[in-house]
């Protein structure tokens, strides 16, 4: 099971990894195209993220529960949307950064507990 699991979070890390590249890289790297240019490479890079998503829920499937790997999910997907925020798109660190964590963190608590 820690296999699975294991390796459903490293597919789900690199996903979001592409996931939060297509949805906010293009308000840095694109910023000045056209908004339909930026569509078009967002859906290209997206592409890489669901190549690694379906599998990661698939695998993840065979030891968790749904609602434990959605939320699972949800953490990676903060864990790497807030670095990228900081030192890509320079968004300022505030105190909602941690309280979102903390909400997300008892979420993480009521979906695992049995």
């Given at each position: ?62 030891a ?7 939320i ?39 979906v695992?507990?049995?």
């Open positions: 099971m820690a296999k699975i699991v294991l390796g459903t979070v490293f597919l789900l890390i690199c996903s979001n990894a592409f996931m939060t590249y297509a949805w906010y890289g293009h308000l840095k790297f694109l910023k000045g195209s056209f908004w339909f240019w930026a569509v078009l490479i967002s859906w290209g890079i997206a592409f890489f993220e669901y190549m690694l998503q379906v599998p990661a829920n698939r695998l993840g499937a065979r968790l529960s749904v609602p434990q790997l959605k699972i999910q949800e953490v990676i997907a903060l864990s790497v949307f807030i670095p990228f925020s900081i030192f890509v798109l320079k968004q300022k660190i505030s105190m909602n950064y941690l309280w979102a964590c903390l909400c997300v963190l008892g979420a993480v608590f009521f695992f507990r049995d």
